[in-house]
């Protein structure tokens, strides 16, 4: 079936939105006119997209999906409308990596990205792997070398792991309990690890990141790092030396059709030199606070 673009992008106002009423701001259509369009929207799709009631619009499982994929028709329109307009040019750099990794690129956006490139660059935040064979991202920041033939690695240097909790001895810390993680970031090998040694210790839990940093640093209990994270936040204090079983390779990974590109190679090599800038800290040799 085809798909107007102008019928996809009035969908995504009434999904982002809510409703009708507030999607008339935004398109300049009416009420009325609006569902009609969703209503044909809905017979070309051939389900239901929406539930109606007197609160708004809500998004049937249906409307999820499409939704989704309405998104990633934007994201390219969006780079057309850009390279049409000259405003950045025609190439986005998608670059894979897990949260803490990616957390510390965005930090330091301006060693590997200025608005004088004549290319976008976008974070890929995942903590399993992303596939670049199928360009899902264009490079991947990997704990391995990279075993696929179309792939390349370089190794950038080594990620140690610590244990670190609040610097006072309150709540969780005291009590000598653990921060554990949940859900699909609990699949991780250092999370695992602390489930395997620690797991009858874990009081809390987040299902991300962010949320496991902050309830250490609240002092709910001591949980597992990577020492480039617990060693840059100010709040908390690595207990002990680094774990030796937990240390990584840091791999930068490209598809080999794709590495000699300009835009690929640019950032490839602003990422390594960035990685090789801070190579200390990700090995953690930062003193350890007694």
């Keep these: 079936m085809d ?12 999904a982002r939105l809510g409703g009708l009423s507030a999607a008339t701001e935004t398109t300049g259509l009416s009420a009325a006119t609006l569902g009609r369009r969703v209503t ?14 007197q609160t708004g619009y809500r998004l049937t499982p249906s409307g999820e999906e499409l ?17 049409k307009d000259g405003a950045i040019g025609e190439r986005v750099v998608r670059v894979s990596a897990g949260p803490w990794t990616s957390a510390f690129l965005a930090k330091n956006i301006g060693k590997i990205w200025t608005a004088g490139d004549r290319f976008a660059l976008e974070l890929v935040t995942a903590n399993h792997k992303v596939d670049i064979g199928r ?39 005291a009590a000598g309990y653990f921060v554990g993680v949940a859900g699909e970031g609990g699949q991780t090998h250092s999370a695992r690890w602390l489930h395997a040694r620690h797991g009858d210790r874990i009081a809390t839990r987040g299902n991300d990141a962010m949320s496991v940093m902050e309830l250490v640093a609240a002092g709910a209990g001591i949980s597992v790092f990577p020492c480039f994270v617990g060693d840059s936040d100010p709040r908390i204090d690595r207990m002990a030396g680094t774990i030796p079983e937990l ?17 690929v190679r640019a950032v490839t090599e602003r990422i390594a030199a960035l990685m090789r800038e801070n190579g200390p800290l990700f090995r953690g040799e930062k003193p350890i606070y007694e």
């Excluded at 044909?40 to 009631?53: K, N, T, Y």
């Excluded at 939704?67 to 390279?83: D, Q």
């Excluded at 990997?142 to 140690?160: C, D, I, S, Y």
């Design 3 to 14: 798909f107007s673009w102008d019928d996809l992008r009035l969908f995504l106002d009434v």
């Design 40 to 53: 044909a929207l809905e017979r070309q799709v051939g389900e239901p997209l929406f539930v109606r009631s």
């Design 67 to 83: 939704l989704l994929r309405a998104e990633e028709v934007e994201g390219a329109m969006l780079s057309l409308k850009r390279w």
């Design 135 to 173: 360009r899902n991202a264009d490079i991947g920041i990997r704990n391995q070398r990279p075993t696929e033939q179309w792939l390349a690695g370089r190794l950038v240097g080594k990620v140690a792991y610590g244990l670190y909790a609040r610097p006072e001895l309150i709540s969780g810390v």
């Design 247 to 263: 240390e990584t390779d840091q791999w930068l990974v490209c598809h080999h059709e794709e590495r000699h590109t300009p835009a």
